[in-house]
């Protein structure tokens, strides 16, 4: 039986930088970014173009620089997100709503209508420049399953590319990663992308589970770099793919070299 393709989505650019203490200039970025792309990493998550001119002079220089890999810009489902993402050129999106009950009355107070509103006109937007999209959809593990498949329907409809399931708070343990993404997985109309928080040490394990359960991409960062507690290690799932029965098509020899570019940028010993 053949193996999966799994296939990753490396955040360290933009989730990595969320750890404490760390920020990585713009000629630091475009030096890990060479690495991924040399390890053979097709998407790179590389910053928040809203955050301001130097985010988008680094965005700039990124794709300036003719990777092989996406360059792909995170936004919030905002209007003027989308248009900074846009203007530094970047072609392929990532817009982000919350979908959890927690997050849309307590943390922006607002009603579910409201987010598939503001997600419809997003895409709509980014769509209309051209740009391919990705949604992510926030806090999913505190969600039920059909608020998840809600988002995805609509974003599949709008022409996403993909959906990206995140444990924002890390909460969730391999068993229940594997439970729910096997009830999501056969129902979802697009590719899932599994994005898993370390709070509890459990974050590549439950990458692990997601991936035997089915999704098509998973998201990492170097080391596990990222805000609180970190994410998923790139490294750690490259060498526990075979574990999940995953094929993963990077070239292992360089991950060592790549790992000390980052840790040269985040001044850390990794």
Not at 36 to 43: M, R, S, T
Request: hydrophobic share 45%; proline share 2%; net charge negative.
């Amino acid at each position: 039986m053949s193996r999966r393709r799994l296939e990753i989505v490396d955040t360290t650019l933009r989730d990595g930088e969320q750890a404490a203490g760390i920020v990585f200039n713009a000629t630091e970025k475009l030096a890990i970014a060479k690495a991924l792309d040399q390890a053979g990493i097709a998407w790179i998550e590389a910053g928040t173009p809203a955050m301001g001119e130097e985010e988008q002079d680094a965005m700039r220089l990124l794709l300036a620089a003719s990777l092989r890999a996406t360059i792909i810009a995170w936004n919030r489902a905002v209007k003027q997100d989308i248009l900074d993402s846009i203007s530094c050129g970047c072609s392929f999106l990532h817009i982000s709503v919350p979908i959890s009950e927690l997050h849309i009355r307590h943390k922006f107070g607002k009603e579910r209508n409201w987010v598939l509103e503001q997600l419809q006109r997003s895409i709509m937007l980014a769509r209309s420049f051209g740009c391919d999209v990705s949604v992510g959809a926030e806090d999913a593990s505190r969600a039920e399953a059909q608020d998840f498949l809600q988002v995805a329907e609509l974003a599949a409809k709008l022409g996403a590319k993909r959906i990206r399931y995140a444990d924002t708070i890390g909460r969730l343990d391999p068993l229940t990663t594997y439970l729910r993404l096997c009830e999501i997985v056969p129902n979802c109309p697009l590719p899932i992308e599994f994005h898993a928080h370390n709070d509890f040490g459990l974050a590549t394990a439950n990458t692990l589970a997601a991936a035997q359960a089915g999704v098509a991409f998973a998201s990492t960062t170097v080391s596990g770099l990222g805000e609180r507690a970190g994410n998923a290690a790139l490294e750690e799932l490259v060498m526990a793919s075979s574990l999940a029965d995953c094929e993963l098509s990077l070239k292992t020899a360089t991950l060592k070299a790549l790992i000390g570019t980052v840790g040269d940028a985040a001044k850390r010993c990794l």
